[in-house]
């Protein structure tokens, strides 16, 4: 195997993880169905269950990333012909959107130019035009820095009678986030992002009244991979096999929820958020433009223009070959102009985040 670089990982996913969780992945395999694992198994829902903020019974970690996740919530719910209202403010909401077609639902899109919140008030006439079986929302958009307001369009989407889906891959243990308080039928997260656990698992979890849908559906699901109804049978009492979990990213799983549960949601919550802001501070006075609405900026991944007349590729280029710093760049409307700044579970601290400022000083001093 090649010898891989040093890296601090500020882009918008993975983020760094712990020496404790590396260490985790590296302990013996045992058996998917032996008994000493499946009593992790048991740990993991309750830990999860605790990062939602729900009792949902049916939480679990799925086998995949969080486009995993996003294709389960969907193909579960959705039958040819139902309709599906989903909020597209960027990448992963034109995802939603896409899946929900390919589900053969009617898909009513309530678009806004990227960097701007979805208007409530856009959810709630589509869902007065037509009845919708759900509405999809991406909590916290990876591609444009933005927080949907989602308790809102959760309440909107419920006294309309449909469904709730919600995107939170980069929002869990990030920033506040309460499935049963708001409302959430489905929520789907990723383990790369505030989790600090490398890529490989999607955390979700299934409302009852979600539950109901899917048990009384008059078509099969159509994935089998991502069905369910039988994925529950092994993650329940019944252990009945369905597929080999991933023993080892579920001992990493397990460690990152206990660092989680060590620090404290609230205290995670705020660490984000109070680094958050004193980064896109710090940004603004070197010249960025922050490209997110304000009052909507997630604390966690920073959409911001490089200062007039930088060239955002060359100058990302040099933070990771001479400081060995991760950005990401733009996409979609921001493509070429923009930086995706990730701070995230572990890559969320002071030190780190001083580092890459005085590294971003050097290399936009020289950039533009």
Known sequence: ?????????????????A?????????????????AFVGLLDEVGGMLREAFVTRNEVTFAASGTGSAGMEMALVNLLSP??????????????????????????????????????????????????????????????????RQPLEEIARIARENGALVVVDAVTSLAG???FVDEWGIDVCYSGTQKCLSVPPGLSPITFSPRAMEAIRTRAT????????VTMITRYWGAERVYHHTAPISMLYAL???LRLVGEEGLEARWERHRALGEYLQS????????????????????????????ADERAARKRLLDEFGIEVGGGLGAFAGRAWRIGLMGESCRKEKLDRLLEAVRTVIGHAV
Do not use: N
């Open 1 to 17: 195997m090649p010898t891989l670089p040093e890296r601090t990982l500020f882009g918008p996913g993975p983020s760094d993880v």
């Open 220 to 227: 099969p699901v159509r994935s089998w991979y991502l069905d």
């Open 19 to 35: 020496p404790s969780v590396l260490e985790a992945m590296s302990r013996p395999v045992i058996g998917h169905l032996d008994p």
């Open 254 to 256: 397990h460690e990152g």
């Open 282 to 309: 710090e940004l603004v006075g070197l010249g960025f433009e922050l490209l997110a609405a304000e009052g909507f900026r997630l604390p966690q991944l920073t959409a911001a223009a490089l200062p007039g007349g």
């Open 81 to 146: 012909g139902d309709r599906a209202v989903v909020g597209v403010a960027g990448v992963f909401g034109e995802r939603l959107a896409e899946i929900a077609r390919r589900c053969g639902a009617e898909v009513a899109e309530v678009s806004v130019p990227w960097g701007d919140p979805i208007d409530p008030a856009q959810i709630e006439a589509s869902l007065r035009g037509s009845p919708a079986k759900l509405v999809a929302i991406v909590h916290a958009e990876t591609s444009t820095g933005v």
């Open 175 to 177: 920033i506040p986030l």
